[in-house]
């Protein structure tokens, strides 16, 4: 079992930047998809950005142009860079990875992929 730490998660102002990190244990940590995932209070999840075993990148509307995965697999951590935070980025972020080791050209085109996750870090953006 994969186990996922998610770490970063502050309370910035608007126009502000973070970075959030996810280090996985386990010797076939991250051979699949990754994504980073965000919950705000009474809303749904949903999934923010995915990049798959050739470091190819895939973003939510809200958050292409504003956020970047990236991968070190070196390190077995995915980050995630924030900038021009707004409000509405608000919430706990996950991170969760793919166990089946299967190729995925897009992660985020079938989120039940998504089948082990982290503990999650909290972000707050003030106006």
């Known amino acids: 079992q994969v186990q996922l730490v998610e770490s970063g998660g502050d309370s910035v102002q608007a126009g502000g930047s973070l970075r959030l990190s996810c280090t996985a244990s386990g010797s076939t940590s991250l051979r699949g998809c990754v994504a980073w995932f965000r919950q705000a209070p009474g809303k749904e999840r949903e999934a923010v950005a995915g990049i798959n075993r050739m470091k190819i990148t895939s973003y939510s509307d809200s958050t292409e142009g504003r956020f970047t995965i990236s991968k070190d697999n070196s390190k077995n951590t995915i980050y995630l860079q924030m900038n021009s935070l707004k409000p509405e980025d608000t919430g706990m972020y996950y991170c969760?990875?793919?166990?089946?080791?299967?190729?995925?050209?897009?992660?985020?085109?079938?989120?039940?992929?998504?089948?082990?996750w982290g503990q999650g870090t909290q972000v707050t953006v003030s106006s």
């Open positions: 969760a990875t793919d166990g089946s080791g299967k190729y995925y050209f897009q992660c985020l085109a079938d989120l039940s992929i998504f089948n082990n």
